[in-house]
């Protein structure tokens, strides 16, 4: 062989080898939400130091890529919350390998074949759903199958000013004394404006469909009441709706709740120490807390506590983020890659819950690195506690938009809370019955 033949047979072998080797790493397409904070954490691998969802997720993912070179990763970071990127995706029949998903949109996707289910894949990685919380395996079984790794727990909570607390006599060894009834949450509520001439309760009422409804949906959880009956029907116009409702509809009128005011506004009114509690996400813990630090704060003392009980028993309405595997046909190559990332960022669900919302591993709950960051270890209880609605109901973000509406017009009385229960039943029993 000449040696210009033989230099072009050895680079075209050497070239050859080269695009096998690259064809033989199995590709892995991550999707997220949760923002984008390249400029700051684009190449940080240390987890422990990361702070904020974005912060601690992108970390965690450049640390899987480092760690794991024979595995060819590409993440896509998308804009809250993703899912019509993801349909485009799956209509385009290029779906992503792993997708970061809320709980409540789990049943959408499931019930039309469009997820795969996770049994073996975390059994591959060596992960035990045993080692879920209550709420976590509540928010990944659906039709009796895990179609998820659950990554949190997320709810509401009632964030509290407790110097204003203690103005109004309602601090008793530290802590806030909670009603336990609704007629002693008017009474505290009463006491509470009589000494501060603030409001007991501040709330997002306008434009925040979902925090009236979380209202609703806690207390209706708490008396064990049957809120859709099947996956066509719900049912609202109830006695027990009816009191929650009024109860809310009473504070509005008597003026013992911040009123007209979205979620910006009703933060804002929480950090200048303009009321007592401000039912809000998990995820504000962090915040306030640190507000509360503040020389200058107006917040004064703050705590945090799961809502009080009253009505029933102790009950959350909780959601919750969590991995999916969208369904698709895929060489076991990269079945193994999805299975062992899936072992990995389990291992890292210590440092995810940072963000304020609960783990989603009993290990992490109990652990001391958990308990001892503030105040985890008084809202621990919601992640037994936390509760979903029954998982063949679809379109919960749009059933939550169409009850807000009506319960806003409910509370602030411009309908009577009967009517607007009708209407709610009506238009969500509307929706649900387009559905294929």
């Known amino acids: 062989m000449k040696p210009l033949q033989a230099f072009v047979a050895i680079s075209a072998a050497l070239l050859l080898g080269s695009c096998e080797q690259a064809s033989d790493r199995p590709t892995l397409v991550i999707q997220r939400f949760f923002g984008e904070c390249g400029a700051v954490y684009g190449t940080s ?16 993912l450049n640390r899987f890529v480092a760690e794991n070179p024979d595995i060819n990763v590409k993440i896509n970071v998308v804009a809250w919350p993703g899912y019509p990127q993801l349909a485009a995706q799956i209509a385009a029949g290029d779906p992503p390998d792993l997708v970061t998903m809320h709980q409540s949109v789990i049943s959408d996707y499931q019930a039309r074949g469009l997820l795969s289910p996770m049994a073996d894949l975390l059994a591959d990685a060596q992960v035990n759903p045993e080692s879920f919380t209550l709420a976590g395996q509540r928010g990944a079984i659906k039709r009796g199958q895990y179609y998820a790794l659950p990554w949190d727990t997320i709810g509401r909570l009632w964030h509290i000013n407790t110097r204003l607390m203690d103005q109004a006599g309602l601090m008793a060894d530290g802590k806030p004394i909670l009603p336990n009834s609704p007629t002693q949450l008017l009474e505290h509520a009463r006491r509470f404006k009589a000494a501060t001439g603030k409001p007991y309760l501040i709330q997002a009422q306008v434009a925040a469909p979902d925090y009236l409804v979380a209202n609703l949906y806690t207390y209706l959880m708490a ?19 009816r009191a929650v409702v009024q109860l809310y509809r009473t504070l509005n ?26 039912p809000t996400g998990t995820w504000m ?5 640190e ?7 107006r917040l004064g003392g703050y705590a945090v506590v799961p809502f009080p009980r009253l009505w029933g028993k102790s009950a959350a309405f909780v959601d919750g983020h969590a991995w999916v595997v969208p369904k698709d046909n895929r060489p076991e ?13 389990a291992k890292y669900n210590g440092d995810w819950v940072r963000t304020g919302h609960l783990p989603a ?60 229960l009708m209407d709610a039943e009506r238009r969500v029993n509307e929706l649900l019955a387009q559905l294929p």
């Not at 008396?223 to 709706?241: C, G, K, S, W």
């Not at 507000?291 to 704060?297: C, E, G, I, N, Y």
């Not at 190559?333 to 072992?343: D, N, P, V």
């Open 253 to 278: 009128a008597e003026k013992l709740t911040t009123v007209a005011q979205d979620f910006p506004g009703a933060t804002a009114s929480f950090v200048n120490g303009e009321g007592g509690v401000f």
């Open 285 to 289: 813990i962090g915040p306030y807390d």
């Open 333 to 345: 190559s990269e079945r193994k890659a999805i299975a062992r990332f899936l072992g990995f960022v």
């Open 45 to 60: 691998i240390d987890v422990a130091k990361a702070e904020t969802e974005c912060g601690i997720i992108t970390t965690i």
């Open 291 to 297: 507000a509360a630090k503040q020389p200058t704060a």
């Open 361 to 420: 591993f009993g290990a992490v709950l109990d652990a001391p690195t958990f308990k001892t960051q503030p105040h985890r270890s008084d809202i621990a209880a919601m992640a037994a506690t936390g509760q979903q609605l029954p998982d063949f109901v679809e379109r919960q973000s749009a059933i939550q938009g169409l009850i807000g509406e009506e319960l806003e017009a409910a509370v602030t009385g411009i309908k009577p809370i009967d009517v607007a």
């Open 223 to 241: 008396q064990d009441a049957v809120i859709f009956p099947d996956n066509r029907h719900i049912r609202l116009n109830t006695p027990e709706a």
